[in-house]
């Protein structure tokens, strides 16, 4: 698969299908690296949705690995702490993850799932997980 550009990538995720990202979770991982330097840069980036579409297929895949990096995605700009939901981190599971986070000393990231617990973002995760399927999948 071809990601050097916004539109091979927007291409590729629309591509994999939530049953699908597991076995994609390396291509999602470096899509998500490349989405966060092109928001990163002074141009911005030229697909916003691909960061935040990213963002939800890994959540599917929830390994707890990828939150420090699903967390510097979410905390480029007040954009993306807007777009890049705070559900996606907790693919894993609420507590699961931030116990995780916790033993790995990512005390940080962990106070921002704390937080989102505290607000009851993750109250409904099944709705939530359903909204986005039908969002970026509407055909399925």
């Keep these: 698969m071809k990601i050097s550009t916004s539109s091979e990538r927007q291409s590729t995720l629309r591509s994999i299908k939530p049953t699908d990202a597991v076995s994609n979770r390396q291509t999602l991982l470096e899509i998500l690296k490349l989405e966060m330097e092109e928001w990163k840069s002074e141009k911005g980036p030229k697909i916003k949705e691909n960061l935040f579409q990213c963002g939800f297929l890994l959540h599917i895949v ?18 993306t702490s807007c777009g890049f939901d705070v ?11 931030i116990t995780y986070l916790e033993i790995q000393g990512l005390n940080h ?31 399925d």
């Design 62 to 79: 929830g390994h707890y690995e990828d939150v420090e990096l699903m967390y510097e995605a979410r905390n480029i700009n007040l954009e």
């Design 87 to 97: 559900q996606n981190l907790v693919g894993g599971g609420v507590e699961e993850t």
């Design 109 to 139: 990231v962990a106070e921002e799932i704390k937080a989102g617990y505290y607000y009851r973002d993750f109250d409904n995760l099944p709705k939530w997980l359903s909204f986005k399927k039908k969002y970026y999948y509407p055909e």
